[in-house]
């Protein structure tokens, strides 16, 4: 028996929402001083606000996969869910490592994780055009 098509987005959404709160409480307080002194407080800024948008994003999508009509549009999101996860992983995490001193190179990470970000909202227009009124299908 396969899982529903919600219970992957939900636990992203738990796992995401509750790093993505603990990571931005540490770059505002325990990790401030360094990345304050390495002029990185932006970089981790940036990384944390992507990262829980999209852990809430991910949330709502769990919720609306609940409801979901069609299998069609319950694949696209599932999808979506995949991609803001590598996007996560990818965007905000090299962010992070990069502004406590990782490898230089991470800057070519970011970009990678930006578009795995920008693929999921497509996943998400292409749901929204194969959606079915309740009833019809």
Same mark, same amino acid.
């Given at each position: ?12 959404a738990?796992?995401?929402g ?11 307080h325990?990790?401030q001083p360094?990345?304050?002194e ?6 981790w ?14 949330? !709502? ?5 609940r409801?979901s009509? %069609? ?6 999101? /599932? @999808?979506a869910?995949r991609?803001?996860t590598?996007?996560? /992983?990818?965007? %905000?995490? %090299? ?9 230089h ?7 990678? !994780?930006? /578009? ?6 497509v ?5 929204? @055009?194969c959606?079915?009124t309740?009833?019809?299908?």
């Open positions: 028996m396969q899982p529903p098509p919600h219970r992957f987005p939900l636990l992203a738990g796992i995401f509750t790093a993505g709160v603990a990571l931005g409480a540490m770059g505002a325990a990790l360094l990345l304050t390495r002029g990185m407080a932006q970089v800024e940036t990384g944390a606000r992507y990262h829980i948008y999209h852990a809430i994003a991910l949330l !709502g999508l769990a919720a609306f996969l409801s009509t %069609s299998v069609a549009e319950a694949n696209r999101l /599932v @999808w869910a991609c803001w590598l996007g996560i /992983v990818l965007f %905000s995490g %090299s962010l992070y490592w990069f502004a406590v001193g990782g490898p190179g991470l800057v070519y990470v970011t970009p990678l !994780g930006g /578009v795995a970000l920008l693929v999921g909202w996943f998400v227009i292409a749901a929204a @055009w959606r079915v309740p009833g019809s299908g």
